[in-house]
């Protein structure tokens, strides 16, 4: 069965109806500037990445929608790549950091999500991952309007985001702001024995 590109339909206008301002704290948490690459995981038309493209060396966006991604093409410096998040194209450790924002309750399954953003992240790298918070009322309603609407979406705590990492060697925090959870993620270095 097809599933509907709820995406690829509003690709065209989606930055101008859900415009984004660089956020201080979105930078702070995921640590920049490095001296890196930045995946942008489940990135649609790159309107977060474009605002980081001056504090990393590269930024590439990953989505599965090819309508979202051809106008993240259009912005400069930044590198679309079609690809699942549960089977991403890249080899392991590829990546210093990387952010996936409001994307995680719309993929397919969230735990393989989870595992191929920790398989391409390398050791002292950062992953943030940014949801609405599903504790607050409004925010319901949004997961409830998505469902009437035929999206496969499926939001989590940022707990819930956090245990995905559970038995990682990983060390996780979470900060919640308003209706925001971020859950970020540092990739701990494995000992020598």
């Not at 259009?74 to 392991?92: A, H, T």
Request: charged fraction near 25%; include cysteine.
């Amino acid at each position: 069965m097809t599933r509907l590109d709820h995406f690829g339909i509003i690709a065209p206008i989606y930055d101008r109806a859900l415009p984004r301002r660089l956020e201080e704290q979105l930078i702070g948490l995921v640590g920049l500037p490095v001296d890196g690459i930045l995946l942008y995981a489940g990135g649609g038309t790159g309107r977060v990445a474009q605002s980081l493209i001056a504090y990393v060396q590269q930024v590439i966006v990953a989505d599965l929608s090819p309508r979202m991604l051809v106008q993240a093409g259009k912005k400069p410096g930044l590198y679309p790549v079609c690809s699942q998040s549960e089977r991403l194209p890249f080899p392991d450790q590829s990546f210093d950091r990387i952010i996936m924002v409001d994307a995680l309750h719309h993929v397919h399954d969230q735990r393989e999500t989870a595992n191929d953003l920790f398989r391409t992240l390398k050791p002292r790298g950062r992953l943030v991952i940014e949801e609405p918070d599903i504790h607050h009322f409004s925010v319901k309603l949004i997961a409830l309007a998505e469902r009437l609407l035929w999206m496969r979406s499926h939001f989590l705590s940022g707990t819930r985001i956090a245990d995905l990492f559970s038995g990682m060697m990983a060390k996780t925090h979470i900060v919640c702001q308003d209706y925001t959870a971020w859950v970020i993620v540092e990739k701990l270095e494995q000992r020598a024995d």
